[in-house]
């Protein structure tokens, strides 16, 4: 089945830039999302279509995708960024999938 | 702004059947459909299926094809997923979450629902 691999944990100090990245096969076709979840919550949309940006989302999150990889990008992490990340897409059959999932901890 | 409201924490045996209810506060037409995602404890989020509201079309994960359904009713704007031949495996919060008319991105969210398979 089809799999987008992301790294398990990025770590970065406070206004620092937090790069997460999201591998699959089928992104140079389909379109990348991002989510944000916290403990406890449900996941938030924080990127959409591989580069927009929700309205209520800040400007620090941004996203790019070329060929097989999508990133995202914090820019000037703060510390209410800690959170789990996941990528989302959907295959050839346009079903849809999760990334593996990447723990962001800013300190 | 539309919201998403699922039902309260269900336990079940192992073998028998779940049905979690999203209920929205409005069905908007065009290709708005609802998602349902799953999430075990300390796990990643898992796509399960989705149903486009307006058709009733759905498509689910080869994984769950045998025992899953997902039926929406227009009358109470209500989507519901049902997942039978319960395993402990199952255990696991589940998600309803949405997308309206031309947007391409499920960005409402239910608060979840606690399913917990245990004899």
């Known amino acids: 089945s089809y799999e987008l691999t992301q790294p398990p944990s990025v770590s970065v100090s406070p206004g620092q830039t937090a790069r997460i990245t999201c591998s699959g096969d089928?992104?140079?076709?389909?379109?990348a999302y991002w989510y944000q979840q916290k403990s406890g919550q449900a996941p938030v949309l924080v990127i959409y279509?591989?580069?927009k940006r929700p309205s209520g989302i800040p400007e620090r999150f941004s996203g790019s995708s070329s060929g097989t990889m999508a990133t995202l990008t914090v820019s000037g992490a703060q510390v209410e960024d800690e959170a789990d990340y996941y990528c989302?897409?959907?295959?050839?059959?346009?079903?849809?999938?999760f990334g593996t999932g990447t723990e962001v901890t800013v300190l | 702004q539309m919201r998403l409201v699922q039902s309260g924490p269900e336990v079940a045996e192992p073998g028998t059947s779940v049905r979690v209810s999203c209920k929205t506060s409005?069905?908007?037409?065009?290709?708005?459909?609802v998602q349902w995602v799953r999430q075990t404890r300390g796990h990643r989020l898992e796509w399960i299926g989705w149903?486009?509201?307006?058709?009733?079309?759905?498509d689910y994960a080869q994984k769950f094809q045998e025992r899953l359904t997902i039926t929406r009713d227009m009358s109470t704007t209500t989507v519901y997923m049902e997942l039978s031949s319960l395993r402990s495996e199952d255990t696991a919060v589940y998600y309803c979450?949405?997308?309206?008319?031309?947007?391409?991105?499920?960005?409402?969210w239910g608060q979840g629902t606690m399913v917990t398979v245990s004899s």
């Open positions: 409005q069905f908007t037409f065009g290709n708005s459909a």
């Open positions: 279509e591989d580069n």
């Open positions: 089928a992104l140079p076709k389909k379109y």
């Open positions: 149903v486009v509201l307006v058709t009733g079309n759905t």
């Open positions: 979450a949405a997308k309206l008319g031309a947007s391409t991105a499920f960005d409402i």
């Open positions: 989302y897409s959907t295959d050839s059959n346009g079903k849809g999938v």
